[in-house]
């Protein structure tokens, strides 16, 4: 069976552009080639300079061997996380709600689901956090931190569930909804017994990669002080002048959990495949 999925998957490839033919192939490696030597000359000359201005030895990374300094890191770690696992517990739900009124049969429950859509996938999302930190209390209408950081996550990230939520609706066969009323199912019936399920285990690897995006929007913390895990790197750099290691440190934290997330998306991809 995997040498015809294999063949399968090529084919697939064939049919969205041509292969390269040996001149194009020839290009691609030089285009390459360079791209590698000049990215490791400039990493080489950013190495050389750190450590021409002391940044590497070792009296920047000691600090980092003291279980204060780790509880204190580990503690923005946390938040950060928090942050992340509450705004995706909103955001996932409200996102499926906003592709099903999308779907809807309803036009003006379609239009309402398509501009909210629209309005917060166009907005920038430290536009939203400004509104919530200085326009909403302008008016008398005030949020504790947290939630000024996880509301304007789940606005922003909501929409584009919403966008992959409906793309896997869309990609169904049309025979599974004509199955379905054809047993005497009604839409509702339909799609939360037929389609709802199978939309959910197509899209499941998309979902998980956005929790990496997720992730990454805790990272705005900053603007409205919330101490999650870079808030907490700036505070410690600039108090020991190691603002470089710091972030290098709470960089290595989050590429590790969204390896980690990377890793699951891939797993159930390959699961479902």
């Known amino acids: ?43 080489a000359f950013a190495v050389r300079q750190f450590a021409a201005h002391g940044q590497f030895d070792a009296d920047q990374w000691r600090m980092f061997g003291e279980w204060p300094i780790i509880r204190f890191l580990l503690s923005g ?5 928090l942050v992340t696992a509450v705004a995706a517990a ?5 996102g499926g709600l906003v592709a099903l009124g999308r779907l809807a049969r309803n036009r003006p429950t379609r239009a309402l689901a398509r501009t909210y859509v629209e309005l917060f996938r166009s907005v920038p999302l430290l536009l939203l956090l400004y509104v919530f930190l200085f326009g909403l209390p302008g008016v008398g209408l005030t949020f504790p931190v947290f939630w000024q950081l996880v509301i304007p996550i789940v606005l922003g990230n909501a929409a584009v569930v919403a966008e992959i939520f409906r793309a896997g609706v869309l990609s169904l066969p049309r025979g599974q909804t004509e199955a379905a009323y054809s047993l005497g199912m009604t839409h509702r019936q339909t799609m939360a017994c037929v389609v709802v399920p199978q939309a959910l285990r197509a899209v499941s690897p998309a979902l998980v990669s956005q929790l990496v995006r997720l992730l990454k929007d805790s990272t705005l913390g900053y603007v409205v002080s919330y101490l999650e895990l ?43 495949a």
Not at 77 to 81: P, R
Not at 90 to 94: R, S, T
Request: glycine share 4%.
């Open 230 to 272: 870079l808030h907490q790197a700036k505070v410690l750099g600039e108090y020991y002048h190691a603002v470089l290691s710091t972030y290098l440190v709470a960089a290595a934290c989050f590429i590790a959990v969204s390896s980690a997330l990377s890793g699951a998306a891939s797993w159930l991809e390959a699961r479902r």
């Open 1 to 43: 069976m995997k040498p015809v999925t294999r063949a399968r998957r090529d084919d697939d490839i064939h049919l969205l552009f041509d292969p390269p033919g040996p001149r194009a192939r020839r290009r691609i490696r030089i285009v390459t080639a360079a791209s590698l030597a000049v990215f490791a000359a400039l990493l």
């Open 77 to 81: 770690l946390g938040q950060t996380l």
């Open 90 to 94: 909103l955001a996932f739900p409200l």
